[in-house]
Structure formats: structure tokens, C-alpha cells
């Protein structure tokens, strides 16, 4: 299994299939969203396989429930696993959320409050599931557009809290909390400050749809401005981290994700550069 060379990449998306084929070495890695490829014999397991034998692949799924109240789902989970057997991923991420209740899924990434309770419950979810799985977790923040009166604790309090409690890692996504910053008015900054340096294993990266009162996490229109200076910061803060971008709807072409991936880069290397560093030591 490589995780050396990992930096750079992108969600893998069936569109761009045969592209990443003939034109191989663009990217470092892909994210491929687990659900998509559970079916044992089917064409998107095939392309799995078969782009795997040049690319590390993190898995990342959005079907985990792991904050629900409803009983882990073990059919879920036996299948994630045999996927992680066939395909040896980098690792496997899923969300800090609950998708419904009274197994009815609702399929949205719906937030927890964030309170001792909670914390309790989903800790424990998340070593049963590390458990099923034989490995590790990385749980992503969500955005969000409620709050709940409930909550005792910050969104990265809990967060943070969790990680050590469950000995998971963190998949930072940027443009979540960028969205929930705004949609909540929390600050953005002090969300990334927050997080457990040594438990953050990958960031995403996204665009959205401003409705000016308020953001909705789309992911269908490229990433504005004020993600990538939050994005800025996140590497001040994390450095190195394998960073990818997620773009679920409106697909682009592969060559205008590789051009947004070059941006990342960009930043990520001058945001790193001994020029830069000596001079935020001397700010
Ligand atoms: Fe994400």
C-alpha cells in the first residue's frame, strides 16, 4: 500500500474514468465514495480495481450513520469491509452525522448537538466500528445549517474530544467549515485552531452555493476565494496534509479539476516555502 507520495487529489467520478486511464500521473490519488462500488462483479468495481493497481485510493462514505440512535447497520459494515479487503485503501472516512432515524434515511448529513450525551453515544459508535472494520476511522466534519439550544460545547470541541476518545483521525473539510462559519457565524479560524494537529489525515476541499442569507453546500460550482484563504490558513496550521477536491454535481471536465487541483498546489507550496515560513516567524 503506498501513503508516501500522496499530496494531491480528486473525487473520483465515473465521467472521468477513461480519462484518468490515457492520461495517467495527473493526480496523486482519488477518493472513491464507497457506496458506489459495494457491488460485488459490477462496472464501477472494475474501474475501482483497475485504477487502483496505479493510484492509492482513500475510501469515503456517506452512509455510516455513525451518530444515529438506530443500531449500527452490520450489512453496511461487512460490505465496507470486504471493499477495504479488495481495494487496500489508504484509508476509510465517513461523517460526523446521523442520516436518519427509525431506519429511515433521510440522505442528508444531518449534525449532532453537541453535548456529553452525544458524546458518549458516538465515541462508542466509532470504536465498534473501528472494531468491524480492523482499522482506524477518519470522520469528516459536516456543514450544517442547524444548531441545536442542546449543545454544552463548540462544533471542534466535540470533535476534537471525540478523536481522543475513539482514537479516530480527522478528515478536515475546509469548505465545511467555511459554510457552517458562516451559516452559524462561528469563527472559522478558531473552528481550525481547534483541531487535534496530529489527527488530521486529509482535507477537502469544495464549492458551494451562496444564497446570500445563508450557504449551501452544493458542491457543484468551484471553489470561491474565501475557501481557499480559510485553505491557506489550514496549511499554515496542519502543513502537508493530502488535500482533495470534491465535486459531486455540475461536473467539470477533467482538465478544469486539474486546473482547480493546481491552485491547491500553488497555495500549498508557497503557503510552505522557507520564504514564507521566515516570515511569519518574523510577524
Ligand atoms: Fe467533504
Not at 48 to 64: F, Q, W
Not at 100 to 105: A, D, P, V
Not at 122 to 137: C, E, I, T
Request: glycine residues 6%; charged residues 25%; contains cysteine.
Amino acid at each position: 500500500m503506498c501513503t508516501t507520495a500522496v499530496d494531491f487529489g480528486l473525487g473520483l467520478r465515473p465521467q472521468h474514468y477513461e480519462e484518468i486511464e490515457a492520461r495517467p500521473g495527473r493526480v496523486s490519488w482519488f477518493e472513491a465514495l464507497s457506496e458506489n462500488y459495494m457491488e460485488p462483479g459490477g462496472n464501477p468495481l472494475h474501474w475501482l480495481e483497475k485504477l487502483r493497481r496505479d493510484y492509492p485510493i482513500a475510501l469515503h462514505g456517506v452512509s455510516l450513520s455513525v451518530g444515529s440512535i438506530d443500531p449500527l447497520d452490520t450489512d453496511y459494515l461487512a460490505s465496507l469491509k470486504a471493499l477495504a479487503e479488495r481495494i487496500q485503501p489508504m484509508w476509510i472516512s465517513d461523517h460526523l452525522c446521523f442520516t436518519g432515524l427509525r431506519g429511515i434515511n433521510m440522505h442528508d448529513l444531518l449534525p449532532l448537538p453537541y453535548t456529553g450525551e452525544a458524546l458518549d453515544h458516538v465515541a462508542d459508535r466509532v470504536l465498534r466500528v473501528q472494531d468491524a472494520l480492523g482499522r482506524r476511522l477518519v470522520i469528516e466534519n459536516v456543514s450544517s445549517y442547524i444548531t441545536y439550544a442542546a449543545s454544552e460545547m463548540t462544533e471542534w470541541e466535540f470533535i476534537a474530544e471525540l478523536a481522543r476518545r475513539a482514537d479516530c483521525d480527522l478528515l478536515l473539510d475546509v469548505n465545511n467549515v467555511y459554510v457552517s462559519a458562516f451559516n452559524h457565524e462561528l469563527d472559522a479560524l478558531s473552528f481550525l485552531r481547534g483541531m487535534p494537529h496530529d489527527r488530521v489525515r486529509q482535507f477537502h476541499l469544495a464549492g458551494h452555493a451562496h444564497k446570500g442569507s445563508h450557504i449551501i453546500d452544493t458542491h457543484d460550482h468551484p471553489i470561491v476565494d474565501g475557501v481557499w484563504s480559510l485553505y491557506r490558513e489550514a496549511v499554515k496550521l496542519f502543513g502537508n496534509v493530502p488535500t482533495m477536491i470534491e465535486r459531486d454535481d455540475n461536473i467539470p471536465s477533467y482538465d478544469e479539476l486539474l486546473a482547480e487541483l493546481d491552485i491547491a498546489r500553488g497555495i500549498a507550496r508557497e503557503t510552505m516555502s522557507p520564504v514564507h515560513a521566515t516570515a511569519s516567524a518574523a510577524s
